[in-house]
């Protein structure tokens, strides 16, 4: 079974530092995705970054990169330059791209920017 | 603009009485799912479809029906709602096939409360 760990329950960065978001996942499938979603205080899921388990290059997405280290099982959320609309909870999830193709989300790590 | 609609945003009922929650998408997408948010469970999933008449059973379908009679439309329905069905639940679409034509895009959301 699937399996996503985010170690970091709460994160607490100052405006326009970079912080870092970690990310560990378990599965047996050689094909998965890897995704992370942002959730504000308003409560909807907004997709950031996407990243296929075949993708030799992280991917990027504005200030968001992911830290893709597939031998380590680890995709890390990379946030540059925050700013105080980052804060929100973070969601990391993976999809096997070979079964019900559902989404498995981790706990979430809450990022409080401070100004 | 491309999006997926959830209606109604918020909604309070009772034990019992029979309720649907609408969900569209705009994107001709094949796969839907409808997910639930619980403190402390994270999001599951709740049923899912591959296409028009194809659904089928997540991890937490008891209690929850769903139908895809037009690609566009999945509506969730609760025949009995109790009050363990309270929760934050959403609406997700993507489209088939590799890549980043997995991600998933999600409603913003529907707040449930069952008394």
């Known amino acids: 079974a699937q399996k996503i760990t985010q170690t970091q329950p709460g994160m607490f960065v100052q405006e326009k530092e970079a912080v870092t978001l970690d990310c560990t996942y378990d599965?047996?499938?050689?094909?998965?995705?890897l995704f992370w979603y942002k959730q504000p205080s308003s409560g909807e899921m907004i997709f950031l970054i996407y990243?296929?388990?075949?993708?030799?290059q992280n991917a990027t997405e504005g200030r968001y990169s992911l830290n893709f280290q597939k031998a380590r099982k680890s995709a890390n959320l990379v946030i540059s330059a925050s700013q105080l609309g980052d804060s929100a909870m973070y969601f990391c999830?993976?999809?096997?791209?070979?079964?019900?193709?559902?989404?498995?989300f981790g706990q979430g790590t809450r990022l409080t920017i401070n100004p | 603009e491309a999006q997926v609609t959830q209606n109604p945003r918020y909604l309070i009922t009772v034990t019992g009485k029979k309720l649907t929650v609408t969900c569209s998408q705009n994107?001709?997408?094949?796969?839907m799912s409808w997910y639930r948010q619980d403190p402390g469970l994270g999001l599951r999933q709740i049923y899912y479809?591959?296409?028009?008449?194809?659904?089928d059973k997540g991890d937490v379908p008891e209690g929850y029906k769903v139908s895809r009679k037009e690609k566009r439309n999945f509506p969730l329905i609760l025949e009995s709602p109790s009050p363990n069905q309270t929760s934050l639940y959403f609406c997700?679409?993507?489209?088939?096939?590799?890549?980043?034509?997995?991600?998933?895009?999600f409603g913003a959301g529907t707040r449930l409360s069952v008394l």
């Open positions: 997700a679409s993507s489209d088939a096939g590799s890549g980043r034509r997995n991600i998933q895009y």
């Open positions: 599965t047996s499938d050689p094909s998965y995705g």
């Open positions: 990243q296929g388990s075949y993708d030799q």
């Open positions: 999830a993976m999809r096997d791209l070979q079964g019900a193709q559902k989404l498995v």
């Open positions: 994107m001709n997408h094949e796969y």
């Open positions: 479809s591959m296409n028009v008449e194809v659904t």
